[in-house]
């Protein structure tokens, strides 16, 4: 899936941006998105009154949110009605599946709040959390509440890492492993590519229940469910034992679930990390530096500190690869 960066924009438009302007400009275009304006006007175009109806925006100020959009080249006008111009029909209905757009866009919401408190948390080391006065479930009590937004979220990942899946079937040379446990492994897409490149391997996706309902689904659609099965749980309660390879692909790797990791899994078996990883002076990926800023916990780890971690907890013959970016696959083995 291609992002919808600043560069995709008209250049005389872009021009006009300044880092005030720009954060304005993304919160409208966010909410365009979040609203599905730009699916509503997919091969359509529509007057004001239809668009008022279907988004059910009732502010005078819809046809001004509509210039904008019109100026940054997002909608194009023609006389009384309103359509989407060809950028936001690349970028926001064909480059992306619905799922991404419902779950993301509700995401960048919570981002905005936390930065809204951003200079309060550097100078008085509080939380977002307790200046903004709020409180958040964590990721399984919230999945667990929301069946709908388990459903996004996990689409979401499967079209976010289908790059990642593909690479590593490239990178990765599972000759002489059978069973793989593709651990936090979310919509299964990693276990996907894999069992596709190698045909005598199968696998298993271990995730909380409500993401594996429709981890199960997306199986199916694959016709892998005789290679691929799944089972709900915690892994940072219980890792299953009886597997040669285990994997975390954009899945927690810190120092307790890696020991973990070591003690289930094969003697002469192998870990296989797919992640981010921040450069050793932590000036890229802008993104991870922009994340831990929202973060109620230190979380940056550099390439190097992963393999300090892998090596802690006993692995041994570690490998690096780099995918792309910053984006690297980390392998370990139990001897």
């Known amino acids: 899936m291609i992002e919808m960066t600043l560069d995709k924009l008209p250049r005389k438009v872009l021009a006009r941006i300044d880092l005030q302007t720009a954060f304005m400009v993304s919160q409208c275009v966010l909410v365009a998105e979040n609203i599905g304006l730009f699916r509503i006007l997919e091969d359509k175009s529509l007057t004001l009154s239809v668009i008022r109806r279907k988004t059910g925006i009732r502010s005078w100020k819809l046809e001004s949110f509509l210039a904008v959009l019109g100026v940054l080249g997002l909608v194009v006008r023609r006389g009384d009605t309103y359509n989407n111009s060809r950028l936001a029909s690349k970028y926001y209905v064909k480059e992306r599946p619905i799922e991404w757009t419902r779950f993301y866009s509700e995401t960048c ?57 593909e690479l590593l079937s490239k990178n990765l040379d599972l000759t002489g492993y059978n069973n793989i446990l593709d651990l936090g492994g979310g919509s299964g897409v990693m276990s996907i590519a894999l069992v596709r490149k190698y045909k005598f391997v199968k696998a298993c996706v271990l995730d909380i229940e409500p993401v594996i309902k429709v981890t199960k689904k997306i199986i199916k659609e694959h016709g892998l469910t005789k290679r691929i099965t799944t089972l709900a749980g915690d892994m940072h309660k219980h890792i299953p034992e009886g597997y040669d390879v285990i994997m975390l692909c954009d899945a927690d790797s810190s120092k307790d679930t890696l020991k973990n990791v070591y003690q289930s899994l094969d003697t002469g078996g192998m870990v296989v990390i797919v992640d981010n990883f921040s450069s050793e002076d932590l000036t890229k990926p802008l993104f991870r530096l922009l994340w831990q800023l929202r973060s109620n916990s230190p979380w940056l780890m550099t390439l190097k500190q992963a393999k300090e971690q892998l090596q802690e907890a006993g692995f041994r013959s570690i490998r690096q690869k780099k995918l792309y970016g910053c984006t690297w696959m980390l392998t370990g083995l139990k001897r």
């Open 109 to 165: 919401f919570l981002d905005y709040a936390d930065y809204s408190v951003l200079k309060e948390t550097l100078l008085t080391g509080k939380s977002n959390i307790e200046l903004l006065g709020i409180k958040r479930e964590g990721y399984v009590e919230y999945m667990r509440r929301d069946k709908h937004a388990a459903h996004d979220f996990t689409r979401m990942l499967y079209h976010d890492h289908l790059r990642d899946a």
